[in-house]
């Protein structure tokens, strides 16, 4: 038995990275999977996986996504992925960067919500999971404004869904990853002046000497998904491969973990997990009480 057996779920930019790495794990774990990216040919790549359906979808067009959408009778778990990083101060970016960040990052997840959430209300049950970042609200990253806007944006979408639909069954919470071992980041490397001084720019912020894997954080997609954790809504989850964070940051030699000042307020309160596997992981969420989510 899986912990997903069963679960329908969609979920966008599958062809790579992270993407890939979550529809792959979540159809280990028995669940029925949509998988979807404008990309037609690097999402070929998982045709014949079992569980797996793939789809082309511009998550960007209105009319593609509410097509998609209306192939299904319900689905238990969506998962917004699709982004882009754009790289420069505010003074490096121009209309169409920042119109082009908010059109891939933001809206697109307003669209798959508008379309999937009603059958999730129909049937009283779901779980929405949204890929936002550590460069966010969270933490200020140089050279990455219009990207961390997009993703603070993500955070805010993620709370008001929760505080909307909690009481109807719905789950929505984001993941803030901090550097991700993706195609997309070798690319975006590649593509600086200096490649090889910028890879040295981003290992000097991982403590251990390597990046975080998009396998690792389809582990916690799939912990999102199953329903061990049927309680948890408007949760921001961090996970980090012993980055600096700040000036606060511990070494941890060999450990895994994710690393949140919490700034506690009102009725917050903080649940720390610590969960053993083939990975040393710790999550650190801030997760608001249900009486007071709908009080602020």
């Known amino acids: 038995m899986g912990r997903l057996d069963g679960k329908v779920i969609v979920l966008s930019a599958a062809a790579q990275g992270i993407g890939k790495a979550a529809a792959i794990a979540f159809a280990k774990e028995g669940a029925q999977v949509t998988a979807t990216d404008i990309n037609a040919e690097k999402l070929k790549e998982l045709d014949g996986t079992p569980g797996i359906k793939t789809k082309v979808l511009d998550v960007t067009k209105k009319d593609h996504v509410e097509a998609l959408a209306e192939e299904f009778d319900h689905v238990d778990v969506l998962f917004n992925v699709a982004g882009f990083v754009h790289h420069g101060t505010i003074l490096d970016c121009g209309e169409k960067d920042w119109d ?5 990052n933001v809206r697109s997840m307003y669209l798959m919500l508008k379309a999937f959430l009603p059958k999730m209300l129909a049937q009283k049950s779901g779980s929405i999971i949204n890929m936002s970042s550590v460069a966010s609200s969270i933490k200020g990253v140089a050279n990455r404004c219009v990207y961390s806007t997009s993703k603070a944006a993500v955070i ?17 919470n984001c993941i803030c990853p901090g550097t991700v071992d993706t195609p997309s980041l070798r690319e975006r490397i590649e593509a600086r002046p200096d490649p090889e001084q910028a890879f040295k720019d981003f290992m000097a912020r991982q403590r251990t000497g390597r ?81 007071d989510v709908h009080s602020h």
Do not use: W
């Open 156 to 172: 805010g979408l993620t709370k008001s869904v929760a505080a909307d639909f909690l009481e109807q069954g719905i789950r929505c």
């Open 100 to 104: 082009f960040t908010m059109n891939l």
């Open 211 to 291: 990046m975080c894997t998009a396998e690792e954080v389809a582990h916690l997609c799939v912990y999102l998904a199953s329903d061990e954790v049927s309680t948890f809504s408007s949760c921001r989850l961090f996970l980090s491969i012993t980055q600096r964070l700040g000036t606060h940051s511990q070494n941890q030699p060999g450990y895994i973990f994710g690393r949140f000042l919490l700034q506690i307020c009102g009725q917050h309160i903080c649940y720390i997990f610590r969960f053993f596997g083939s990975l040393h992981c710790s999550f650190l969420m801030q997760i608001m009480r249900v009486q």
